[in-house]
């Protein structure tokens, strides 16, 4: 993008979650979205209050171990309000998956929230593959403790690290 002063600026595109942890519906709407910006800073919600299984540091881990070697990609974690961290990185644009329909009431929501605090911040959706229109953080976890089958859902890192998390889980 060209500013006012006539220097080419690069567009850098924020997108947030829990990741707890990251789905293969998450990599395939982080795929689409870096061939939208020049930067992508994946941004990773520190949310207390959520109780999620992986600690902030893990999900990040996780997220910087399957983008090493990316220089477009940047996992950042934050608190508070989601625009002023967008802000804050300079970030136009707000990244966010859609699934299906049933996302999209509380997505337009957030969306119009977040253009009221910051209306120079774009929200752009992003259709996840078909593939994973039914895949997400929550259901993954579900049947992963239920002892069901995950592989291909996850990242492989992922699977293993959630089948440890619920084997510590299960022996307390
Ligand atoms: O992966 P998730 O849990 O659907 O991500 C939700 C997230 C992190 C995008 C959303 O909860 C968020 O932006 N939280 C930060 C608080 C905030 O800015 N709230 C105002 C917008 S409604």
């Known amino acids: 993008m060209t500013s006012a002063r006539g220097k080419t600026e690069a567009r850098v595109a924020l997108y947030p979650g829990s990741f707890d942890p990251v789905t293969n519906g998450h990599l395939d709407i982080i795929e689409r979205a870096r061939s939208l910006a020049d930067q992508l800073i994946v941004a990773v919600l520190v949310n207390d209050e959520k109780e999620p299984l992986f600690t902030a540091r893990r999900r990040i881990a996780m997220l910087e171990r399957l983008f090493a070697g990316c ?61 994973y229109s039914y895949v997400s953080s929550r259901v993954v976890k579900e049947v992963a403790r239920l002892g069901g089958d995950i592989s291909g859902l996850v990242p492989e ?13 299960s022996r307390r």
Do not use: H
């Not at 337009?108 to 593939?131: C, D, K, W, Y």
């Open 157 to 169: 890192l992922a699977r293993k690290e959630l089948e440890r998390a619920i084997r510590r889980q």
């Open 71 to 131: 220089p477009d990609v940047e996992v950042r974690r934050f608190r508070g309000l989601l625009v002023d961290f967008a802000r804050e990185t300079g970030a136009r644009m707000i990244v966010r998956g859609l699934r299906a329909v049933s996302d999209f009431e509380y997505e337009f929501q957030m969306a119009l929230m977040n253009r009221r605090l910051a209306p120079e911040i774009e929200t752009v959706f992003l259709m996840a593959s078909e593939e």
